[in-house]
């Protein structure tokens, strides 16, 4: 899970995200993100939504094993983070952990 907080890390530091579980189920819809991060702690319904929009517009969803909190924490926000869409995962190898988890 350290080299996953480290890569969701890099990406929003060098790369473009969108925080927020509606933003994410929007992205999922529209087909615009490279890989979606959802919290073991997203309501059922979300977690759901994100990941039967992103299956059908071919977007990786990653699921963190951490709750919001902590997925919060790590991205260096003063929020709670049940998701989010990476548009552009910048100096990040957070698209290895996306194969990974789809495999």
Do not use: H, T, W
Request: some cysteine; overall charge positive.
């Amino acid at each position: 899970m350290a080299d996953l907080s480290k890569s969701i890390r890099m990406s929003v530091e060098s790369g473009k995200v969108i925080f927020g579980s509606r933003q994410a189920v929007s992205c999922a819809l529209n087909g615009n993100a490279k890989v979606i991060v959802v919290s073991s702690s997203a309501p059922k319904k979300i977690s759901l939504d994100v990941k039967s929009y992103a299956k059908v517009s071919g977007i990786p969803v990653i699921e963190f094993p951490g709750p919001s909190k902590e997925l919060g924490s790590i991205c260096g926000v003063p929020y709670l983070v049940s998701a989010m869409a990476i548009l552009n995962v910048g100096n990040s190898d957070l698209l290895s952990f996306a194969k990974q988890d789809s495999a």
